[in-house]
């Protein structure tokens, strides 16, 4: 279970270009959960994650993770715990070096780094075993620099990375924006029977509403470093797209609301 | 034959140098020019306890942490506090100078009659007593203590290199790489980008010393300014190795900068034969990196350029 | 597929040139549903130079047969020859076919030109009388004692601020913008995600409100004006359009229903209930935008609205004494709730308020409920709602003293 208590962050304060990216966040995501956080941009999904994960420290709030306090845990040690996947593809994988010790790193994310060789017979084995599971012939590439692989490639294998060892928490920060179409439903096709087969615990941030509605268990929607929506349990099944694209046409006019609209209402709305 | 035995021995000691940089250049991806005091770290640490009648090789041990300490101030410089990797290197560097007059006293110690690393297989090898022995080498008359000297460079060399491509592919060298090819990723994998560059640097300025030492000990003497220009000998060298062979992979990545190392010890030994003059040396060398980092870059272009005519017709 | 028009006495003609397949089709279709939304019921396809007509061009022509036929609208086909016409013939438009249209054929003015909209006397001497409901004053906290239950029967028209629960205890969360004609309602539930609600009358059931505010008006309606783009006035605004009513009807008080085509429509909503309002809430800027919602931008061009109100022309009216608005025209102050539905297009000429009201709520849901408002800022201003061409039937207010 993952819990944020009144989280708030603010990059480069008392400067003129002072961003208020979390403004008091508060969210508790159940065990199983398949969360997908929607919002414009900058409306600081990807802050949001990066706090959980660790990229930065909150200015204030407190992060826990299944009941252990994450809040000033450095990124690496927050690792063991947390699987993630970045909107980069290149990001999450280690361009020069080969596939299986890409994995290899990934078997033991989080765990003790011994002098022992990386990669025994055993684990090539089990490497091969899952790779051939996405079907992208690479169970034979093993030994292939990882950079050598397409996007989508990539990102499966950050995925299957991310998942290797089952994490409490998984976040996907829009994972599968930067691919081509066929890659993307590929992935996409990919996270959800991971997650479905593990019961992960998930936080996905996405531009695609088609996702938000079809993947998810609960919708939450961003903005300015707000949560200004939540859509769990029966409200999250009602949902279609329409409903969403709604919602931030609300926040678009909300936005247009200003004190002469106030005003307006009180000689207009009697 | 002396010349290339001597190119050889050179390139062999030198090569440890080049590991050293290797680490750091293309493993953990940090620009660190303490190299060029850290061996002349390694040089002044083990002449000093060989004059003081240490052990050779227990001195090379000490002159190889004592450039693991200097190379670890690096990186906590630059880790802990946000220094920039060049300024953390230039500061050691610096620092490392009035260090190394302060170990050796003075700005030179010469080691011409004392014992070294190759003075026990000298004794092993010598089966006349006569200190002057020459062995017949595929009819050369070749002195008995160079070829110690080689021996001793070629064995130190193959066990560093082999521990070294053992560490590099277990989970904590595997680590190490990451951490310098994709630091994100590493966080991400639960590996401290951070520590493992203090650690990185730690191991190749040891190496360096390692290779300051065994240059002390082969060449008969230390000196003050020994280390100028040495980080750009080591580029250099990984810069033919990667030439040499292109395959990504540690071993042969190890293997290519050491004989890259060698090759480049005996185009310089070949140059200086033909009549350059040692002063330009480094002059020519800072050219020849130069040419290697731009080089690849035009021919690209050039490649593509062509291509693109042939398309065109 | 190319298509060029002509209007004539009878109607328009569209000539169709090229191939009408499975790749036209849909342009096609798109070209004459234009024609059929700016009021031409009667269209002649002339296919003298429609070379090849396909089975989904077919299938357009039934589903422009289906549209017209809901405004008393039909078209032929004149000109047709050799396997276009065989085609037709053989997919059952033979009827249809003519050699050529009715008349001359002779290029007129497209649009008759009057000075002002058409107008039809319904019954002279209808009148409406009004009743007024208020029992909340924003953003006071309401007065419950004073809620009523409303029924709006075949004779009615009502717009306010209310709720369709069972019980008055169960509506406090529930109040919103509602506006109700001749038993049928159209409702925004007053929270962010629900969509807007209807109810229609079965039977002997008739939807009941609980009203927090609200005018009703009961009686028939005398006149009907048909409205559309005119080259002097392309868009009507809700102040000509009432004006003009009360021209017709020779009244400074007025009730009306308008339907027709938005050209843009400027309102809000209310966001939560007023019911929750208690005395310690803040209702100021910026709390109010947690209660109601402004549309921000003349929404829903191209959709239709049902927009039902009362109007009063009298220059010493004190809104915020009475339950009227100031409108755009000096003098002249309004309270309208528009119900927004997707197109549909309206038939031409003399048309039943009863039965444009059911065609409206036996079709899609409405999408949006909203109290009208003239957005008089200086500058930014939205200004006023404003209606392309529809309908407005209205009558005079017998009792304009309880507005
Ligand atoms: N490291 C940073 N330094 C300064 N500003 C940042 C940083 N990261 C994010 N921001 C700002 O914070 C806001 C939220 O960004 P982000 O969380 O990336 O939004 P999104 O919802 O699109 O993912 C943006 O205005 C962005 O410019
Ligand atoms: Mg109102």
Redesign the pocket.
Known sequence: MLELVNLHKT??PGTA?E?R??QGVSLTIQPGTFAV?I????????????AVAGS?APDAGTIRLNGCDLTRLPEHRRAARIGRVFQNPFAGTAAEMSIAENLALAMHRGKHRSLRPALTRNARTQMADRIRELKMDLENRLDNPIGTLSGGQRQALTLLMATWTRPDLLLL??HTAALDPKSAAKVTALTQSIVQREKLTTLM?THSMQQAVDMSDRIIM?HR?AIVQDYRDEHKQRIRIPDLMAAFDRLARRELFDESVADLLKSQYA | MSLVLGAFTMGLILSLLSLGTLISFRMIRFTDITVDGSITLGASVAAVCIMRGWNPWAATGLAMLAGACAGAVTGLLHTRFRIQELLSGILVMTALYSINLRIMGRSNIPLMNSASISSGTEKLLNRSGNPFEKWNLAGWEVPLPDIANLACAAVVCLIVAFLLTRFLRTHFGTGLRAAGNNPQMARAQGINPETMIILSLALANGLVALSGALLAQYQGFADVQMGIGMMVWGLASIIIGEALISRVGIGLTICGTILGTILFRLLIAIALRWGLQPNDLKLVTAFFVFAALVLPHGLAALKKRTHRGERHA | MQLSQTKIKEGLVVKAVGRLDASWADLFMEGMLQEVRAGEHHLFIDASELTYVSSAGIRSLILLQKELFTVQGWFRIIHAVGMVRQTLALAGFEQWLLEKAPGKEEPCVREAVTDKPACFNLQWDAALSARAISAWNPWNPVRMDQCRKLVVDEQSFALGIGSAADTLDQSRELFGEFMAIQGCVAMQPPDEHSRPDYLVPEKSFLPELHSIQAILCRGAMSHLLRFSPRTEQPVHSLSTLITEAMRVTEASAIGFVIAGEIEGLVGASLLRSPGRITPETSTDFPAMRDWINFCGERMFSGEQALICGTALRNEQYHPQQGALLPLAEPGLFAHLHAAVFPYQPLPNGRIELAATVRRFFNGPPPRAVLHLLNDSRPGVGLGESALLRGACWCATLSNPEVL
């Open positions: 990059f480069m270009n961003v990216a979390l956080l919002g414009s941009n900058g409306s600081g999904k990807s802050t949001l994650l990066n930065f920060d829009e941030v961003m470093g």
